[in-house]
């Protein structure tokens, strides 16, 4: 049962010793100690889980003595498509990091979800999904339908991770819609991970850290939003971008070397050429007063000089 204790949690969060709660097998489950201390922290008197894995939310509240609503996709619920039964006061949501662990079919078997429930699990899985933007997409959407289902003054954590693969990172932190007030981000560090036991060459940084954001519902119908996207720019229409930045960006464009004729040519009809009257007398102080950046290769025509 629920005591008066003191709030447990900091902006850092570590559970070395994962606890008593859920699967240990079930790959990607949480510490059942995060959620015990998420409902300490906030009085919980009942904690819904719409992807709940291995059940990890429900043995946690059977632990801290309150009640709990949770679903998956392998016991008949799909978040993409069911109606969230509950108007809830707390959800926890722990979406899957991508495809990084696939679910359906791989930690239960998707010929008996379809059995007793009538569905494919596998055309429904975030895991599955082969494209980071068609998953971003789905985790918003996700992430938009739990938020909506909240009662006033109602509040969800939601676990997310980073994604490394092919020098690239992919962060949900980040692409993940953030709707209401953002009371707080957590930072979770991880412990007994797969990737423990590899070794890690070159520059590559090993990801040993999750994020809790902690959201709360404010409006009954208002609703703000914080979002990302990725949009294309050009620096040669960026307010930010100097004269030499610009410059040497052409330069770089052309291997290093070229006339000044194609460097007007690489800057003319961009707006930094439009919104300056004398943009060819820029250019030319530019590739002057810069001999540490520019030097000239021969008559008109113009280097780049690599750093050392």
């Not at 969060?13 to 489950?29: H, K, L, T």
């Not at 949480?30 to 429900?58: A, H, W």
């Not at 709707?179 to 940084?205: A, M, W």
């Not at 709360?216 to 119908?221: E, M, Q, S, T």
Request: hydrophobic share 35%; charged share 25%; with cysteine.
């Amino acid at each position: 049962m629920m005591t008066n204790q003191k709030n447990p949690l900091t902006t850092v969060v570590s559970y070395p010793e994962r606890g008593a709660g859920g699967n240990n097998q079930y790959r990607g489950n949480c510490s059942p100690k995060l959620i015990e201390d998420l409902i300490v922290q906030f009085n919980v008197k009942n904690i819904c889980d719409y992807m709940c894995g291995s059940n990890t939310t429900r043995d946690a509240a059977a632990a801290m003595g309150i009640s709990s609503h949770t679903y998956d996709l392998h016991s008949g619920f799909d978040l993409l498509h069911s109606d969230i039964p509950e108007r809830p006061e707390y959800i926890f949501w722990h979406p899957p990091y991508w495809d990084i662990i696939q679910y359906s079919d791989v930690m239960y078997q998707a010929s008996e979800v379809q059995r007793r429930f009538g569905y494919d699990p596998r055309l429904f899985d975030l895991s599955r999904i082969p494209t980071w933007d068609g998953f971003v997409q789905a985790m918003n959407y996700c992430m938009m339908k739990q938020f909506c289902a909240l009662e006033k003054g109602g509040r969800m954590a939601v676990l997310v991770g980073d994604i490394k693969k092919k020098g690239k990172l992919f962060s949900m932190l980040f692409e993940l819609t953030k709707p209401g007030t953002l009371e707080n981000v957590l930072i979770k560090t991880q412990h007994n991970c797969v990737s423990d036991r590899r070794h890690y060459g070159g520059r590559f940084i090993p990801i040993v850290h999750e994020y809790v954001l902690l959201l709360r519902k404010d409006a009954p119908l208002q609703v703000s939003l914080l979002m990302s996207y990725r949009v294309g720019g050009d620096m040669r229409d960026m307010p930010g971008a100097t004269w030499r930045d610009i410059v040497a960006g052409v330069l770089e464009s052309c291997n290093g070397c070229a006339s000044l004729e194609e460097i007007y040519r690489q800057v003319e009809g961009h707006k930094r050429a439009q919104t300056h009257q004398w943009w060819k007398e820029k250019v030319r102080q530019t590739l002057q007063i810069n001999p540490r950046i520019f030097e000239k290769a021969e008559k008109g025509v113009w280097r780049l000089i690599r750093a050392a």
